[in-house]
């Protein structure tokens, strides 16, 4: 009786429920799966931000050497007028855009820095480490999902503003459902305004397939780790030790897909479900999506913008592209 009483308690705030109900929907299906939203708590921050320094992992070397590298090209494309409004989607630990946020402040004393993110480690982290390195930057946060952030700055300022999506954060959806996250993006913007997207283009496949399935184990630790949230935020008890890492980089499609494999047959329980693991059963972790110029190009007029330059690092594995919201 005490133990179900107990594991109750852990739904009943409703960020919790939340959370379970999106989880209970992807483990309820034939093919299981898990939302990616829910990999960023403060321990998943921490796993991500040892995966973008890991030597497999070269997504972020080549979108770091572009912002390092072409800052003043890239910032130039933005043509924007004093004050300046800069909005980042997922901004993370905010590294990359480090170098653009320092090149604006050289010359702008008025320039407002956005983040949106959905950990609010993060975000921290994130606004400590900018007002120490650039104290002239306003930086307004804001806690939460990607559009309700949007909408929110919408109804704060209508002037011009840039929207920035970096990291191949677009990647973690499906082709379609990247497409219409562009045109709900549009949807909050006014004509003339840009966005700034990360892709990562198609390649070798092997470069791809090693990106996600490093010689640590980071990628294994980062996936389990959502497993070790839902038993602490939801009293579930997953054994991270009976699930293994396994991804595929399907070069025809451009898709890397991740994967946790049971390996043993097994049950997990839940507050108010269990959840059946057969032997070899995969939970479906995460997509990345690889992209060819011409379809990002398309992507853009397929959705209200119109595409203005394209910044590639020195051995074109990765883009930056900047589009106009017409
Ligand atoms: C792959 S990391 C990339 C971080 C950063 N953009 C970069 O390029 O280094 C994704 C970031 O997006 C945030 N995120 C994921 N889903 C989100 C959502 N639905 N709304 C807001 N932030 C989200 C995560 O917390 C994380 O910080």
Redesign the pocket.
């Known amino acids: 009786m005490y133990m179900l009483s107990k594991r109750n308690d852990s739904l009943t705030s409703e960020v919790n429920r939340s959370f379970y109900d999106d989880v209970m929907w992807g483990l309820r299906r034939s093919e299981k799966c898990l939302p990616?939203?829910y990999?960023?708590d403060a321990q998943g921050?921490v796993l991500?931000q040892k995966i973008?320094r890991c030597p497999e992992y070269y997504l972020?070397r080549c979108?770091e050497e572009i912002l390092r590298e072409q800052t003043a090209d890239v910032a130039a494309c933005f043509a924007l007028k004093e004050p300046i409004n800069i909005v980042?989607?997922?901004?993370?630990?905010?590294?990359?855009t480090f170098h653009l946020l320092q090149f604006l402040t050289s010359s702008s004393n008025y320039v407002t820095y956005h983040p949106?993110?959905?950990?609010s480690h993060?975000l921290n982290h994130l606004e400590e480490d900018l007002k120490e390195k650039l104290p002239r930057l306003q930086v307004k946060s804001y806690h939460?999902?990607?559009f309700e952030?949007l909408a929110a700055i919408q109804q704060q300022t209508d002037l011009p503003k840039v929207v920035l999506?970096?990291?191949?954060?677009i990647g973690?959806m499906s082709k379609v459902d990247a497409t219409q996250f562009c045109s709900r993006m549009r949807s909050f913007l006014n004509k003339g305004d840009k966005v700034l997207v990360?892709f990562d283009l198609v390649k070798n496949p092997r470069i791809i397939q090693a990106a996600y399935d490093d010689e640590a184990g980071l990628t294994w630790q980062f996936n389990t780790n959502l497993l070790t949230r839902m038993n602490r935020e939801l009293d579930a008890n997953f054994n991270e030790e009976l699930f293994e890492h396994y991804c595929h980089y399907d070069p025809i499609s451009g898709t890397c897909s991740s994967y946790l494999v049971s390996l043993l047959e097994h049950r997990v329980v839940f507050p108010e479900d269990e959840i059946h693991f057969g032997k070899g059963e995969l939970i479906h972790m995460e997509v990345s999506q690889k992209y060819l110029q011409a379809e990002i190009d398309e992507m853009a007029t397929e959705t209200g913008f119109l595409p203005i330059d394209s910044f590639a690092d020195k051995r074109g594995w990765f883009v930056d592209v900047l589009w106009e919201a017409q």
Do not use: P, Q, R, W
């Open positions: 990616s939203k990999f960023y921050d991500f973008m972020t979108e980042e989607l997922g901004a993370g630990d905010g590294s990359k949106i993110d959905i950990s993060i939460g999902d990607y952030g999506f970096l990291g191949a954060n973690n990360g």
